[in-house]
């Protein structure tokens, strides 16, 4: 199970680096050197998919990057539900949405756990293995013809505000 777990991790750290920006090549004589830019006027870069996103987020959760748009965590006591966003931060209908899953690694080991996320009014649900409270998920959420995936990263922290 370990295994499958590192292999889901590098395939998703493989398909995010395919997201990152092409590095340019040196300028030959048929392509020029592109112009000289002021980096310090040039606007900040984008994060990079799958980063915490730059900006609030619209549900109180986590907002990562995650192919054409977003994905929003936000922790429950025993669960957790995903909202899909557009690359406005606009929350996506999911009600047409069908094999959505997270890969759960609770911290401190332990084996991971695949949790299917169910649709449930405007967001994804999923329930996590009794008596995790930190843990990484690795979501993914097929939506448009894409499959978006993003990793967060929950402490006991986000815990601490749960009333036992």
Same mark, same amino acid.
């Given at each position: 199970?370990?295994?499958?777990?590192?292999?889901?991790?590098?395939?998703? %750290?493989?398909?995010?680096?395919?997201?990152?920006?092409? +590095?340019? /090549?040196?300028?030959? @004589? #048929?392509? @020029?050197? =592109?112009?000289?830019?002021? /980096?310090?006027?040039? @606007?900040?870069?984008? =994060?990079?998919?799958?980063?915490?996103?730059?900006?609030?987020?619209?549900?109180?959760?986590?907002?990562?990057?995650?192919?054409?748009?977003?994905?929003?965590?936000?922790? #429950?006591? /025993?669960?957790?539900?995903?909202?899909?966003?557009?690359?406005?931060?606009?929350?996506? =209908?999911?009600?047409?949405?069908?094999?959505?899953?997270?890969?759960?690694?609770?911290?401190?080991?332990? #084996?991971?756990?695949?949790? @299917?996320? +169910?649709?449930?009014?405007?967001?994804?649900?999923?329930?996590?293995?009794?008596?995790?409270?930190?843990?990484?998920?690795?979501?993914?959420?097929?939506?448009?013809?894409?499959?978006?995936?993003?990793?967060?990263?929950?402490?006991?922290? %986000?815990?601490?505000?749960?009333?036992?």
């Amino acid at each position: 199970m370990r295994l499958l777990f590192s292999a889901s991790v590098l395939a998703t %750290s493989l398909a995010l680096a395919a997201c990152q920006p092409k +590095t340019e /090549t040196a300028p030959t @004589p #048929e392509t @020029p050197a =592109p112009a000289a830019v002021d /980096t310090a006027a040039a @606007p900040s870069a984008a =994060p990079a998919a799958g980063d915490d996103h730059a900006h609030g987020s619209p549900n109180g959760g986590t907002v990562k990057t995650a192919g054409g748009g977003h994905l929003e965590l936000v922790t #429950e006591h /025993t669960g957790f539900k995903i909202y899909v966003l557009d690359g406005s931060e606009k929350m996506l =209908p999911v009600e047409s949405i069908a094999g959505a899953e997270a890969i759960v690694q609770p911290d401190g080991g332990g #084996e991971p756990t695949t949790v @299917p996320l +169910t649709v449930m009014g405007d967001h994804l649900h999923g329930v996590l293995p009794e008596g995790t409270f930190a843990y990484t998920a690795i979501v993914s959420v097929p939506v448009a013809g894409e499959t978006r995936t993003a990793q967060f990263t929950v402490g006991l922290d %986000s815990h601490a505000t749960h009333a036992h």
